[in-house]
C-alpha cells in the first residue's frame, strides 16, 4: 500500500510541474531563421500583434515573394507579450527581427533608447513620399523631432460607435424629449453623452445598456478615459511640460466617466477588457461604446456581430478622440537593413496599402482614405479620416508605458472607490512629475 | 587513487550538479548582484552598484508593502479553505470502494489545465451580461454579479477560481498519504472501542502530519507566488484589491524595465517564503506516531 501511496505522490508532482512549465513555453520559432546573415537577405522575420490589420499584410506578402523570392516570416503575438518580446531583441547585438511594428506608445521609449534605424537616407534616396500621410498619425509613429523612424502601419484613432436603430427609434426619441426638453440625437458634448446613456439604460434596463465600457487596468481603462480626457479639454502636460492631469478639466473628465460606469454601463464593466466590452456590443446589448474606428468593420461583418448593417460610427462627443497608431521600423541592429527597407519600401506603396485597405485593413495613407474603390467599399472612411486629423495622442515620452499603468491603477481605483476622484489625479500627477 | 565506487559516484552525480549549478545557482547569484544595483532594462548590463537602496525603496513603497498584505490575505484564505475541502474530500475518497478510478479522474482535470487558460476559461464563465454563471443564477431568480468587476467580490471571485483549480492538489495529495496509512493502529482502535471522530483525531490526523505538512507548505509556496491567475482575471484590478505581491514585481520589471529594484523584491519575497519553509520543516519534526 505504501508504495502506491508514493507512486501516486510521484505523479502529481510531476504532473504539476509540467503543468507549471507549459505556460510560460511558447513558440520559439523567429529564432531558428535568424541563421542565414549578411546582405540580401533571402528570409525577413516581423514581429507583429495578432491583430486583424496583420492578417492582412500575411494575405499580400505572398506577393512579395514572388516578386522578389525573399521570404517573410510574420510572428503575430499577443499584445501583453509584445513589448518583452521585443526589448531584450532590441538590446542584443543583432536582433532576430528584421522588422518590427511599434505602438505609439512605444514611440518615446524606442527612440530614446535609440533602438530604431532612422529611415531619412532611405527615403531621400528612392524617393519614397510621405506626405501622403495623414499629419496627425505621421507625427505619432512616423517622424519624432524632424527623424523619419517609422512609415504609419494602421491607425486605431477611438471614435464613438453607435446603434443606428436605437438612436433613430421614436418612442425612445419621444420620451426623451417629454423629459429633457431636447432632441434625443448623436451627443455633441460629454455630458449629454453620459446622461443619454443614462436614460437608455435607464428606459431599456438590462436588455440594453447606454453604453459599454472597458474598465480593467491599465489599457483598456487609460485609454477609454483618455478620450474623455481631451474631449473635456483636458491634457497631461502644460505648456512648460509640467503635470496638470489634477487640474478642473480631468476631474470633470473623470467625474462623467464614473458617472456613465456606475449608472449606464453593464454591471462589471469596471472589470471589462477590450474583448468583453466589443462582445457586449457585438451581441446588441449596448447602443454605443468607445472605441477603435476600425471595429465597425468587425461589426458589420454578420459572422462575428449580431449588429451588422445597424452600426455606425461618430467622433467621440466633445471632439478630440485619442488618436492611436502602429508604425513600421526598422530595429537599429538589424541584419540586413536594405533588406528589411525594400520590404517597407513595398509593403507601404500605394498599390499594396489600397490592396490591403480593401480587405478590411485601416488606412494611414490620405490617398488610400480618399480612393474610390475604397470609400465605396467603407462609406464610413470619410468621418474616420475626420475623427484622425481632430484626435491626439499620449505625450511622446520614453516613460509612455509607466504613465498608462499609473494611469490605469488610479482610474481603477477612482472608480472602484477606493479614492477620491481628485486624490487618484493628484496622486497621478505627482508620480507623473518623479519622471526624470 | 579514488575507488571505484567513488569514481562512479563522481561520474552520476558531476553532470547533475553542473546542470544544477547553470540552471538554478546561476540565475539566482545573478539577480542577487543585481539587486544591489540600478540595473534597467534599458540598459545593458548591470547598471551602478547602489548598496542597500532597493531593498529601503521595497520597504517605502506603499503598493508593494499593500500588494505584500493582500497576497498574506490571499495565501490564508486559500490554503485554508483548500485544506479543510481536500482533507474531506480525500478521507471520503479514501473510504469508497467503486467508481474511485472515475472520480479521480474528473477531480485531477482543473489541476491539468494550465493557470492561463483556468483565467481565460472562468472570465468567460463569469461574465456578468453574457456568461452562464450570471445566466444560471438569473433561472434560480438570484441576482446576478459583477465578480470580477465589483471592488468587494473581485478578491474572494480569485479566491473561488483557485480553490477550484488547486482543490485537486490537496486531495490528491493528502489521499495518497492516507493510502500509505498502516492498518494496525485504525485495528487496535477499534478494538478498544474508538468512535470515528476519535480515531480520526487520534489515529489518522497524527499519522497523516508529515504529509499534511508537506502539502500545506506546497501550497502556501505556490499561492504567494500567484501571478497568472490574477494577470489574466483582474489585472490587480478593480483599483489595487487584487494587486499580489507576484504582479507587482513582475511589472516593475517589465512595464518600469526596473530589474535591479523588482530583484531585490523578489530576495526579499524569497526571503518570506524561505522563512516560512523553515517553519513548517520545524513543525514536521519529531516522528509521527498515534497516539
Redo the contacts between chains.
Keep these: 500500500m505504501r508504495k502506491h501511496g508514493l507512486v501516486l505522490m510521484a505523479i502529481i508532482l510531476t504532473l504539476s510541474l509540467l503543468s507549471a512549465c507549459s505556460s510560460g513555453n511558447k513558440s520559439n520559432s523567429s529564432e531558428s531563421s535568424a541563421a542565414s546573415g549578411g546582405k540580401g537577405k533571402k528570409e525577413l522575420n516581423i514581429l507583429m500583434e495578432s491583430v486583424p490589420d496583420t492578417e492582412f499584410v500575411k494575405q499580400v506578402v505572398d506577393k512579395y515573394t514572388a516578386e522578389t523570392g525573399v521570404k517573410i516570416n510574420i510572428e503575430a503575438v499577443n499584445y501583453a507579450s509584445m513589448h518583452e518580446k521585443l526589448v531584450p531583441q532590441l538590446l542584443n547585438a543583432t536582433s532576430s527581427y528584421d522588422l518590427i511594428v511599434v505602438d505609439n506608445y512605444w514611440v518615446g521609449e524606442f527612440t530614446d533608447a535609440g533602438w530604431m534605424e532612422p529611415l531619412d537616407s532611405f527615403i531621400e534616396r528612392d524617393r519614397f513620399d510621405t506626405s501622403v500621410y495623414l499629419k496627425s498619425l505621421f507625427n505619432m509613429v512616423g517622424q519624432v523631432d524632424g527623424t523619419t523612424y517609422m512609415l504609419p502601419f494602421y491607425n486605431y484613432a477611438m471614435s464613438l460607435i453607435y446603434r443606428t436603430d436605437v438612436f433613430m427609434d421614436p418612442e425612445l426619441k419621444s420620451k426623451y424629449q417629454a423629459e429633457f426638453g431636447r432632441e434625443l440625437t448623436i451627443p455633441e458634448t460629454l455630458e449629454e453623452y453620459v446622461n443619454i446613456s443614462k436614460f437608455i439604460t435607464k428606459e431599456k434596463g438590462s436588455t440594453m445598456y447606454g453604453s459599454v465600457m472597458m474598465g480593467l487596468r491599465p489599457d483598456p481603462i487609460s485609454v477609454e478615459w483618455l478620450n474623455y480626457l481631451y474631449s473635456s479639454g483636458g491634457e497631461f502636460f502644460k505648456e512648460d511640460g509640467s503635470p496638470r492631469i489634477n487640474d478642473a478639466n480631468a476631474l470633470k473628465a473623470l467625474e462623467l466617466y464614473i458617472d456613465n460606469m456606475k449608472n449606464a454601463a453593464p454591471k462589471g464593466a469596471a472589470g471589462f477588457g477590450f474583448d468583453e466590452a466589443f462582445n457586449v456590443f457585438a451581441q446588441g446589448n449596448a447602443a454605443s461604446f468607445v472605441t477603435y474606428n476600425w471595429m465597425l468593420n468587425k461589426l458589420q461583418d454578420k459572422e462575428e456581430s449580431k449588429v451588422a448593417g445597424l452600426v455606425n460610427v461618430a467622433e467621440v462627443p466633445g471632439g478630440a478622440s485619442l488618436n492611436g497608431g502602429w508604425g513600421w521600423a526598422i530595429p537599429k541592429n538589424a541584419e540586413d537593413k536594405e533588406a528589411s527597407w525594400q520590404f517597407l519600401k513595398w509593403v507601404e506603396s500605394f498599390e499594396i496599402a489600397k490592396e490591403r485597405a480593401s480587405l478590411g485593413g485601416s488606412p494611414t495613407r490620405k490617398d488610400v482614405l480618399t480612393d474610390s474603390d475604397v470609400l465605396g467599399q467603407f462609406p464610413h472612411y470619410v468621418n474616420v479620416q475626420k475623427i484622425i486629423e481632430k484626435s491626439k495622442m499620449i505625450p511622446i515620452i520614453p516613460q509612455a508605458p509607466q504613465l498608462i499603468e499609473i494611469l490605469g491603477r488610479e482610474l481603477s481605483e477612482a472608480v472602484s472607490g477606493g479614492k477620491s476622484p481628485q486624490d487618484a489625479l493628484d496622486t497621478i500627477a505627482k508620480e507623473v512629475k518623479e519622471f526624470e | 587513487m579514488l575507488s571505484v565506487k567513488r569514481k562512479q559516484f563522481l561520474i552520476f552525480i558531476v553532470p547533475s550538479l553542473l546542470v544544477l549549478a547553470v540552471t538554478v545557482l546561476y540565475p539566482l547569484v545573478y539577480s542577487f548582484i543585481m539587486s544591489f544595483t540600478s540595473s534597467s532594462?534599458?540598459v545593458?548590463g548591470f547598471g551602478d552598484f547602489v548598496g542597500l537602496d532597493n531593498y529601503i525603496k521595497a520597504f517605502k513603497d506603499a503598493y508593494f508593502i499593500k500588494s505584500g498584505w493582500t497576497t498574506g490575505l490571499f495565501t490564508v484564505i486559500v490554503v485554508t479553505l483548500e485544506f479543510v475541502f481536500g482533507l474531506s474530500v480525500a478521507l471520503m475518497l479514501n473510504r469508497i470502494k467503486r467508481g474511485k478510478k472515475l472520480f479521480f479522474t474528473i477531480i485531477?482535470v482543473p489541476?491539468?489545465?494550465?493557470?492561463?487558460a483556468v483565467g481565460l476559461i472562468w472570465?468567460l464563465l463569469l461574465?456578468?451580461?453574457?456568461g452562464i454563471v450570471n445566466y444560471l443564477l438569473g433561472v434560480v431568480g438570484l441576482e446576478?454579479?459583477?465578480?470580477?468587476?465589483?471592488?468587494k467580490l473581485?478578491m474572494m471571485t480569485v479566491v473561488l477560481i483557485d480553490i477550484w483549480h488547486q482543490v485537486p492538489?490537496m486531495i490528491?495529495?493528502l489521499?495518497?498519504?492516507l493510502?500509505?496509512?498502516p492498518?494496525e493502529p485504525y485495528e487496535a482502535a477499534t478494538i478498544d472501542g474508538a468512535s470515528r471522530l476519535q480515531t480520526f483525531w487520534n489515529v489518522t490526523l497524527p499519522l497523516m502530519k508529515e504529509t499534511i505538512i508537506v502539502a500545506v507548505l506546497f501550497r502556501v509556496i505556490t499561492a504567494i507566488k500567484t501571478y497568472?491567475l490574477i494577470y489574466v482575471l483582474?489585472?490587480?484590478?478593480?483599483?489595487?484589491?487584487t494587486e499580489v505581491i507576484s504582479y507587482h514585481i513582475y511589472?516593475q520589471a517589465?512595464?518600469?524595465?526596473n530589474t535591479g529594484y523588482s530583484s531585490a523584491m523578489s530576495y526579499l519575497l524569497l526571503l518570506v517564503i524561505m522563512l516560512l519553509s523553515v517553519v513548517f520543516v520545524r513543525l514536521g519534526r519529531g516522528k509521527a506516531q498515534a497516539r
Design positions: 532594462l534599458k545593458r485531477i489541476m491539468l489545465i494550465t493557470p492561463v472570465r461574465h456578468p451580461d453574457l446576478g454579479q459583477a465578480w470580477l468587476g465589483d471592488a473581485a492538489f490528491l495529495l489521499l495518497a498519504g493510502v500509505s496509512l492498518g497568472d483582474t489585472k490587480g484590478g478593480p483599483g489595487t484589491t511589472k517589465y512595464t518600469f524595465l
